[in-house]
């Protein structure tokens, strides 16, 4: 399967086109936005790739039951994360090829949706897509059900950047993006909502700092239905200093999570904006184990708990 940047990038010129011929300010500005995304992906350099290399977990924590495989989809009609999408898909296959823990397949084409394609497919992980639209609701109850009939859904970063128009979705996943007021350039604290939660054993039970963007969620993002494994740690002083653009005033700003959605499972990680976070040994064991936690092989504990205060 070859991955088809040419589309991605004829739609993000569509949709920038339409986005100008609007007379309202906020249009505007958006269409601004999308115009100043980057229009190529990157190439990956050497360098990077020694240094995802490194980084990667030296085996899964659990054996997969079955060889699994997952279909990661990168397609994006907004914003374009160049890196993230370069050198986190570089990650995710030599991950996935090093461990034994799936094997991965790239796309950026909608038809791979098809019901026949899904069916060999464990998991379905989106990897700092944007906007996608999906508009036959035929394929839209297709990849809801594939989920909840016993498949995993896994999201990186950009991945809470779509379906503001399907809202079953946006509910599965677990939110919709709302802004970053924690800028890309930044380094921010995060804190472990339960250090000795088996998905936060990558981090060695403990908090940590990292170059990242860090988004904010609106509705439908609640803790209700969902254990939350990492938040923005607003006691340092940096983090917690951000204040334009900031909107929730619970101040709840939940990076991860995993959530059951029928027999599926659900795996949320927003960190993977640039390629710098590819290239992080735990953020790697940690979407690893999320990773095998979508795909039905590692059991944990993913029922709601209320937030830690
Ligand atoms: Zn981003």
Not at 44 to 64: H, V
Not at 247 to 254: G, M, N, S, V
Not at 281 to 292: K, S, T, W
Request: aromatic share 10%; net charge positive; charged share 25%.
């Amino acid at each position: 399967m070859k991955i088809k940047f040419v589309n991605c990038i004829i739609a993000l010129a569509l949709v920038s086109g339409l986005g100008l011929a609007s007379v309202s300010q906020a249009a505007e500005k958006k269409a601004a936005q999308k115009k100043a995304a980057p229009k190529e992906l990157p190439v990956l350099t050497a360098a990077d790739l020694q240094k995802i290399e490194a980084a990667l977990p030296a085996s899964a924590t659990a054996k997969p039951a079955k060889p699994r495989r997952i279909l990661v989809f990168s397609r994006c009609e907004g914003f374009v994360h160049g890196s993230g999408i370069v050198v986190g898909n570089k990650a995710l296959e030599l991950m996935g090829q090093k461990t034994g823990a799936y094997t991965a397949d790239f796309t950026t084409n909608y038809d791979d949706f098809a019901l026949d394609n899904l069916a060999q497919y464990d998991a379905i992980l989106l990897n700092n897509t944007t906007k996608l639209m999906v508009p036959d609701p035929a394929v839209q109850q297709a990849l809801l059900d594939f989920i909840r009939n016993g498949r995993g859904l896994i999201g990186i970063h950009a991945a809470l950047d779509n379906f503001y128009d399907w809202p079953e979705a946006a509910a599965m996943l677990g939110g919709l993006f709302d802004g970053h007021p924690w800028r890309g350039n930044g380094t921010w604290a995060f804190k472990l909502d339960e250090p000795d939660h088996v998905l936060n054993r990558a981090f060695g039970g403990k908090g940590f700092k990292l170059q990242d963007e860090v988004y904010q969620f609106k509705d439908p993002y609640t803790r209700a239905d969902r254990r939350v494994l990492l938040t923005l740690d607003l006691s340092d002083p940096a983090t917690g200093g951000v204040t334009q653009g900031v909107k929730r005033t619970d101040k709840d700003f939940a990076v991860a999570w995993i959530k059951n959605a029928g027999k599926g499972r659900v795996f949320y990680c927003g960190l993977g904006h640039a390629g710098n976070v590819f290239q992080e040994p735990a953020v790697l064991r940690f979407y690893l184990d999320g990773i095998q936690f979508a795909l039905g092989d590692l059991k944990v504990d993913a029922e709601p708990k209320a937030a830690a205060k």
